[in-house]
């Protein structure tokens, strides 16, 4: 993870522009990622007193290391501090989105089937928004799992459209992907 405080500005320097919300932000962010070859995972803006731009990015083959992070930083804060978009004090975060990621993308539910993801709808199936289970993949537009129930296994499918917010569950077998795809990339790396 790379930090980086953008200090305030005097009050008599600020601009009239207002934050109007994370879409902004993503439409101004987004080619600047993608220029310095990265896909942007998410981008949130949190806090109180001092706000935290969390940018969560990754290079075409899913990694991303301290040096990635410090090289998107460094071009993210150029392009916010030329349009100035934020006006309190906040600090930017550059990070990966790591082992129990945030699932943001179609792509993401089909490239990480067969894992145990925990998903939030915007609107509830019979009444039910959360559900973890087992991450079958995309049928189309749908996101399809497998989630325990009352001791037996259901088959859910809901719009990728609907889902608020869905990320991997940390597992054993989760972490063994990783550390599998970090050696093959180590060793590839090598030869």
């Known amino acids: 993870m790379w930090r980086w405080l953008r200090p305030s500005r005097r009050e008599d320097l600020r601009l009239e522009k207002r934050l109007s919300g994370t879409n902004f932000l993503e439409t101004l962010l987004t080619p600047a990622v993608q220029a310095q070859g990265y ?28 040096e990635d992070c410090a090289r998107l930083s460094r071009a993210l804060s150029e ?12 600090v930017l975060e550059v990070s ?33 928004r959360r559900f973890k289970g087992l991450l079958i993949g995309l049928e189309g537009s749908d996101v399809v799992m497998d989630v325990m129930e ?12 609907d889902i608020a917010e869905a990320k991997l569950v940390l597992t054993d077998r989760l972490i063994q992907e990783s550390l599998k795809a970090r050696e093959k990339r180590e060793a590839k790396a090598s030869h």
């Open 39 to 66: 896909r942007l995972v998410r981008l949130r803006l949190m806090g109180g007193k001092r706000k935290t731009l969390q940018i969560l990015a990754e290079r075409p083959d899913g990694q991303m290391d301290v």
């Open 79 to 90: 392009v916010l501090e030329a349009s100035d978009p934020i006006s309190e004090e906040y």
């Open 96 to 128: 990966s989105p790591g082992i129990d990621r945030p699932l943001t993308a179609p792509e993401d539910f089909a490239r990480f089937a067969g894992n145990e993801a925990r998903v939030e709808l915007m609107r509830g199936i019979d009444g039910r």
């Open 150 to 161: 009352a001791n037996e296994n259901h088959r859910v499918r809901f719009l990728f459209s």
